[in-house]
């Protein structure tokens, strides 16, 4: 989406994307399970979607501040590089280095999880965003405020369906996404996907052009079921293969379809002309709204 940010470093994958076993294994009811599991790990943990306080993206070359004195559950990033006292992040020759008062410096992106606790519970995280940085600041205190849970369509078997791969040169496709961001994705197939008696043909994505390191694809989908029982932007499927050895055939969990994740949060970037629209009701995993 784009992939949503922090993607989809597939955190699902984000981190889409705690990654998520979102391609049928050999227990497809088992893998729905751990999905809807991970799945809500991934909305309501300390760094998860419902915890974001706030996001900036940072240019090369430039800085951001966290300033000193703010309430915890009033910071937000300011512009510029920000004074002694404040906790500054700064993207400078592929690292993103954070100091502050009590902090050792530290290259947020060589970090574990390439995150970084800050006072008052709250965090720092970096992920690379194009030619850029997403800085996020994550407060836990907010999940409690706002998450209400998620909603799914019950386990249904007739969503795990065999589909036929064919692979193609990567081709990069630029995309609009729901912040008016311009993106990069690549094409890297195309799936037909048997569905409810006819077959449909959805092109398949992913961030990376190197088919060397190509293990997994993406397949973005808007049904009948969208803006009614599932999200009106889309949902992802995702598929996982070992790298560059994509197979002709791919079991797809349909069951396992989640929600772009611009419906938990504003602060994702999500494709806006990337979906392929199936007139049928895709009646299998994540619904929208959350909690209902």
Not at 109 to 128: E, W, Y
Not at 230 to 244: D, I, K, N, Q, T
């Amino acid at each position: 989406m784009r992939l949503p940010s922090p993607s989809i470093r597939t955190r699902l994958a984000l981190a889409l994307l705690l990654a998520l076993p979102l391609a049928a294994q050999a227990d497809p009811r088992k893998d729905y399970d751990e999905f809807r599991a991970g799945l809500t790990r991934q909305a309501s943990g300390a760094t998860g979607m419902y915890a974001i306080q706030d996001v900036r993206v940072i240019a090369a070359g430039a800085g951001a501040h966290l300033p000193a004195g703010a309430p915890a559950a009033a910071l937000r990033w300011a512009d510029g590089a920000g004074g002694a006292k404040d906790v500054r992040l700064r993207f400078r020759d592929g690292a993103a280095m954070l100091e502050g008062p009590g902090l050792k410096p530290v290259d947020l992106l060589k970090a574990p999880d390439q995150t970084q606790a800050l006072a008052g519970g709250l965090s720092v995280r970096a992920t690379v965003y194009d030619d850029s940085l997403k800085a996020w600041l994550y407060n836990p205190a907010r999940v409690g405020q706002t998450f209400k849970g998620l909603s799914f369509f019950p386990y249904d078997p007739k969503g795990v369906v065999q589909a036929r791969f064919a692979r193609r040169p990567a081709k990069a496709v630029s995309h609009l996404d729901s912040r008016n961001h311009t993106g990069t994705m690549y094409w890297i197939g195309d799936v037909a996907v048997p569905l409810q008696g006819k077959t449909y043909t959805l092109r398949a994505f992913n961030k990376s052009g190197d088919w060397s390191g190509i293990d997994h694809l993406l397949l973005f989908f808007t049904d009948k079921t969208s803006k009614k029982t599932s999200y009106g932007g889309g949902r992802v499927l995702e598929a996982h293969f070992p790298a560059g050895q994509p197979p002709q055939t791919l079991n797809l969990n349909l069951n396992t379809l989640y929600s772009f994740l611009c419906a938990h949060s504003d602060y994702y970037n999500c494709p806006v002309n990337l979906t392929t629209y199936v007139p049928v009701a895709l009646e299998f995993g994540e619904k929208y709204p959350p909690g209902g």
